[in-house]
């Protein structure tokens, strides 16, 4: 069983920074591609930004040159910071995983969201 837990978010001003972590936990045998989704009232769910095992990374336009994707490899996690929020930024953010719990069985996995939230 794997479970990915979030940490971070809440309410913060525009202009102002926030940054969100997920750890991966369970029987991992190998995780290619960690990111980031999101979904604001009334929208769908979008990508955020993903990055691969290898550092490779993948930004939504609007977030391009405000927000960081990392992750730490050893410890399964991904880390997203966030600069100049602005409110359209306000949204629910869900970490997202492709993980193998053992050669070539790749699954997806979500986790409980966090709500991230910035005012004007």
């Known amino acids: 069983q794997v479970q990915l837990v979030e940490s971070g978010g809440g309410f913060v001003q525009a202009g102002g920074s926030l940054s969100l972590s997920c750890g991966a936990s369970?029987?991992?045998?190998?995780?290619?591609?960690m990111g980031w989704y999101r979904q604001g009232r009334g929208n769908k769910r979008e990508l955020v930004a993903s990055?691969?095992?290898?550092?490779?990374?993948n930004y939504a336009d609007s977030v391009k040159g405000r927000f960081t994707i990392s992750r730490d490899n050893a410890k399964n996690t991904v880390y997203l910071q966030m600069n100049s929020l602005e409110p359209e930024d306000t949204a629910v953010y869900y970490c997202?995983?492709?993980?193998?719990?053992?050669?070539?069985?790749?699954?997806?996995?979500w986790g409980q969201g966090t709500q991230v939230t910035v005012s004007s």
């Open positions: 369970g029987s991992i045998f190998t995780s290619s591609i």
């Open positions: 990055i691969t095992t290898e550092g490779s990374t």
């Open positions: 997202y995983a492709r993980i193998a719990t053992r050669p070539l069985y790749e699954y997806s996995y």
